[in-house]
């Protein structure tokens, strides 16, 4: 069979990041990423094999950004014909309530994702710059929206409804809508194959610089920590997660600050970073061993807010078969897993140490046969799970 390659697209406000994807292979053919649009300096880097070529200079707009993306594939390669293109699959944040799957994009689709910009006001605005100029550049193969939110449209309406005024959250359009629901499903797929069971209670834990949990049962998301947007649930590098929403009235009230500031404050300046100056999950493991007592304190914020989803979750799904690392920190940082499995060990749950401290990317179990929860690590590929999506509606 000639091959068959999706080039799947994540643009954010100021960047396109971008994969050449052959999703049967599951390999990656070529990627690069295009920094620092509009500003002053722009920078591109585009690999491909052993081949890695940069390029600074001034990128005025996604357009010229992609342009040049473009000619980097002529000229470094892979040629995208070639190589086989049949589709260019876009990263969009939130579908609301719109959209359960991957959707072909046409004019009404396009419109859709705008019309979600209030409800996605960080990044819709950015993917649909990067949707517009890559239709048009490339407008000989389907361009395919895959949403970060689809997963988690088949919530139960007791997960998905916050006990907020009906009127208001009607009108408002205001629910649990959940993010990185392509890594969850994803993720809780790649269990169910790696395990050899779909009849599974599952709890993924999405832990990079943005993190979040979810609840999946039979391959069915039943509970996720993010909400309406992704700042609700578990602590991030920027993000405050789960916090009382009358600090929101009491800045207002007390502090004088405007709506700005305060997202700007919760999304931002918070979390990881406000709790320590820094939101490199790296960076605060290398503290805490220096005896820092603010990054301490972090961490065990950081573990107390993990420990009660999975509590929460166990309680949701009747019980629980396996709990699974994903993402950046989630992937990468043993110390966290073992302080998290070494709370749940009055469950029953044992972590293998050795395993657990084995770096690998590939999927695999780290909790002792004996282990009443099966706890894996399985790294996350949203690129092949979007070009994944993408290819069941070609
Ligand atoms: P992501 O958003 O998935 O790219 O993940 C980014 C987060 O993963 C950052 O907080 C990183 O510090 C963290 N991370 C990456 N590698 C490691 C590591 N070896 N140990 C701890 N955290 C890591």
Known sequence: MTQQTVLVINSGSSSIKYQLVDPAAGTSLASGLVERIGEETG????????????????VPDHGDGLRKVLALFDEVGPNLHEAGIVAVGHRVVQGGKFFSGPAIIDEAVEQKIRD???LGPLHNPAHLKGIEVARELMSDVPHVAVFDTAFFQSLPDEAATYA???????????????????????VSGEVARFLDRDDLKQIVLHLGNGASASAVVN???VDTSMGLT??????????????DPAAVFHLVREAKMEISEIDDLFNKQSGLKGLTGDNDMRVVRSRIEAGDADCRLA??????????????????????????????AGENDSDLRRELCARLEYTGLKLDQEKNNVRSKEARVI????????????????????????????
Do not use: W
């Open 367 to 394: 909790s002792t046969p004996d282990s009443t929860i099966t706890v894996l690590v399985v790294p996350t590929n949203e690129e092949l799970a979007i070009a994944k999506q993408a290819m069941t509606l070609i």
């Open 299 to 328: 961490m065990d914020v950081y573990v107390h807010r993990l420990l009660k989803y999975v509590g929460a979750y166990t309680a949701v799904m009747g019980g629980l078969d396996t709990i699974t690392f994903t993402a950046g």
């Open 230 to 243: 992704p700042l609700e649930g578990l602590v991030m590098g920027g993000r405050t997660g789960d916090i």
């Open 219 to 221: 391959g069915h998301a």
């Open 164 to 186: 907020l005024n009906k009127e208001v959250a009607e009108k408002y359009q205001i629910r649990r809508y959940g993010a990185h629901g392509t890594s969850h499903q994803f």
């Open 116 to 118: 979600l910009c209030p």
């Open 43 to 58: 920078h591109i880097e585009h690999k491909f094999g052993d081949v890695t070529r940069e390029i600074d200079g001034p």
